[in-house]
């Protein structure tokens, strides 16, 4: 399946961004930023495809991602699916690395991850107690009732299309604003340019986009995300204009209230 989204571009420069590290046991996050591809490992190749069908999807088939842009800005991001292989920043067990943490083991990858796809949303799981699919079963923890998706016909609360909420183990929810998804390319790399992102923090989830109806739902596949540019919009000239304008107006009136 794909998903086609046209992408907004645009010719401005500059620059700002600020990096924010998440983690939390289960889902958890790997920061990027505009130096440094990101790996991570992912449990299936069809697990974006499978977030994006109407029934949803797993959360733990995908690979999550965070950054944070101190302005707004346009933001370039590249997503690659890995080669089988080996990778030493990688852990073996498959799990997410600090981004100053080294694997005792490194990670094998037992496949070609063929074809990717990834969305973006606005704000962050919660990240203490542990955020993951199974904590939302419907089933009571003490005073607090999780969201049962199975009983909305939902395989999971991965939503690649739209907004997405999970909630952690204290039944604090955490609600993704749905910004875009990409997987528009028939090799293993997708790529967003230009795309403008208001300031804030923000989400990335990327998985595989085989058809659920014929790939393989499980095995161990690597996958990479990089922040290729991040360019802060500058606010237009014609905004300042108003600005100094204004002020000179205050200006005159106040000599004017002296006089």
Not at 243 to 257: A, E, F
């Amino acid at each position: 399946m794909k998903f086609r989204k046209n992408l907004v571009s645009a010719l401005l420069i500059g620059g700002a961004m600020a990096v924010s590290g998440q983690a939390s046991a289960h889902i958890s996050y790997r920061s990027l930023d505009v130096s440094n591809p990101f790996q991570r490992s992912v449990t299936s190749n069809v697990g974006w495809a499978d977030a994006a069908e109407a029934n949803w999807g797993d959360s733990h088939h995908g690979a999550w991602f965070n950054f944070n842009l101190a302005q707004d800005s346009l933001v370039s991001i590249q997503v690659t699916g890995l080669a089988a292989g080996t990778y030493p920043t990688l852990r073996a067990d498959g799990q997410a690395l600090t981004n100053a943490g080294a694997p005792s083991t490194p990670y094998t990858a037992a496949a070609d991850l063929t074809d990717v796809g990834f969305s973006i949303y606005q704000g962050l799981f919660p990240i203490s107690p542990a955020v993951y699919e199974n904590a939302n079963n419907g089933v009571a923890n003490g005073s607090v009732k999780y969201r049962d998706f199975a009983a909305e016909g939902k395989q999971g609360g991965w939503n690649a299309l739209g907004d997405t909420q999970l909630y952690n183990d204290a039944g604090v929810a955490g609600n993704l604003i749905f910004k875009t998804a990409v997987n528009s390319s028939t090799g293993n790399t997708e790529t967003l340019l230009n795309f403008f992102l208001a300031a804030g923090d923000y989400s990335l989830a990327a998985g595989g986009a085989i058809d659920p109806a014929t790939g393989a739902h499980t095995g161990s596949y690597g996958i990479q995300a990089q922040l290729l540019n991040v360019a802060a919009v500058p606010v237009p000239g014609a905004v300042w204009l108003m600005i100094t304008g204004l002020m000179g107006l205050l200006g005159l009136q106040k000599r004017r209230m002296v006089a």
